[in-house]
Nanobody
């Protein structure tokens, strides 16, 4: 019903930058929060940053001042600008969306995940 397509991951040297994008498509009426999570090998998935449809943001302490989350509500797209990358930022990054779906004359809600994009930061 809803697909999240991520792009922008890759390999970068420490101190470099990457920009992740995630576009949502499907029977979407509206999207409340969108966010980015990451999971490093052997670790639990953790929140990196999230943003509501009104623009309120939350960041993990480890990325504050380095990462910026933004979104284009008209395009159902969320971005994550990552600057001053560190080797400890290496992980698979997942997009998440809290979606209100339209089924014609009724609505349902759902929580959706992208397939993940690998970010590798070399020292």
């Amino acid at each position: 019903q809803v697909q999240l397509e991520e792009s922008g991951g890759g390999l970068v040297q420490a101190g470099g930058s990457l920009r992740l994008s995630c576009a949502a498509s499907g029977s979407i009426f509206s999207i409340n929060a969108m966010g980015w999570y990451r999971q490093a090998p052997g670790k639990q998935r953790e929140l990196v940053a999230s943003i509501t449809n009104s623009g309120s943001t939350v960041y993990a302490d480890s990325v504050k001042g380095r990462f910026t989350i933004s979104r284009d509500n008209a395009e159902n797209t969320v971005y994550l600008q990552m600057n001053s990358l560190k080797p400890e930022d290496t992980a698979v990054y997942y997009c998440n969306a809290d979606v209100l779906l339209s089924h014609g004359h009724y609505f349902t809600t759902g929580d959706y995940w992208g397939q993940g994009t690998q970010v590798t930061v070399s020292s």
